[in-house]
């Protein structure tokens, strides 16, 4: 059975690393330089850093040259996230050297545009699926966008290559994952997933590795490693173990 990939999280507000709760502008808690938190999981044996640029996010500006700057000093593969809704945030995500880049809003919002970059980017690609209950959350998941399977039979038929799925009741509050959440969307989708929102324990982490024949390829971690529930390379080590 393949190891569920992990992705420590840097989500960056007026050019701080924060953590939310359920994603509310208002609610963060500040751990300082992002670039100092992305080096710190790049030497604990992270593969992956998932960049989050929160202002983006909510239009309420951006951080984008620091965002090249995190992504620019990885070795490591970067998902980023935030505010990519049209031709230009797209090339300037894709200009850091990303690996990944999510959307959000815009699959909500403009469809044509998303299966258009889907259609040139390939896997370069993923659909960011933030839920409350079954419905779509899109601007910084302050607006309701449609109905969550009704969104992925579009996707999947217009070759979305991954989606991140994150229960915002869960994000941010250590509560632990939405397992029937993502065990419903893998069964939706031939295409794999990755877990966002909750993680709060190794517990959790394993309990999401046994969704890897499901299809759960990833699991995102912020909260948790900022409040030091555990360390990266123990979840490291427990996910290689499950
Ligand atoms: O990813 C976004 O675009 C986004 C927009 C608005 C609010 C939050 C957003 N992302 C949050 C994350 O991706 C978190 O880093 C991730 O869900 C980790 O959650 P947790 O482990 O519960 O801290």
Same mark, same amino acid.
């Given at each position: 059975? =393949? ?23 208002? =609610? ?12 710190? #999981? ?5 593969? #992956? ?30 998902? @980023? ?7 230009? =945030? @797209?090339? *300037? *995500?894709? *200009? ?16 044509? #545009? ?26 910084? #998941? ?36 939405? @397992? ?20 709060? =324990? ?41």
């Amino acid at each position: 059975m =393949s190891t569920l990939e992990l992705l420590p999280a840097v989500d960056v507000r007026d050019g701080q690393a924060v953590r939310l709760v359920h994603g509310e502008s208002g =609610s963060e808690t500040s751990y300082g330089s992002p670039l100092e938190a992305a080096l710190a #999981w790049q030497r604990s044996g992270a593969e #992956w850093l998932h960049l989050v640029d929160l202002d983006a996010a909510f239009g309420t500006g951006d951080n984008r040259e620091l965002i090249s700057e995190v992504a620019g000093a990885m070795d490591i593969k970067v998902e @980023l996230s935030g505010g990519i809704r049209d031709d230009a =945030s @797209l090339a *300037a *995500a894709l *200009a850091t050297g990303c690996t990944r880049v999510n959307l959000g809003t815009a699959a909500l919002e403009t469809p044509e #545009w998303v299966a258009k970059v889907i259609a040139e980017h390939g896997d370069k690609i993923a659909v960011g699926l933030d839920v409350r209950g079954t419905t779509l959350r899109g601007r910084g #998941w302050t607006r309701d966008g449609g109905d969550l399977y009704e969104t992925l039979e579009r996707l999947n038929s217009e070759g979305c290559a991954r989606y991140v799925v994150t229960d915002i009741a869960k994000d941010g509050t250590l509560q632990g994952p939405n @397992l029937e959440l993502l065990r419903n969307v893998c069964a939706a989708t031939d295409r794999p997933v990755v877990a966002s929102g909750g993680v709060s =324990s190794l517990d959790d982490l394993r309990a999401i590795s046994e969704l890897v024949p499901l299809g759960v390829e990833g699991a995102i971690v912020g909260k948790a490693l900022y409040a030091k529930a555990f360390t990266l390379e123990e979840a490291l080590a427990a996910v290689a173990s499950s």
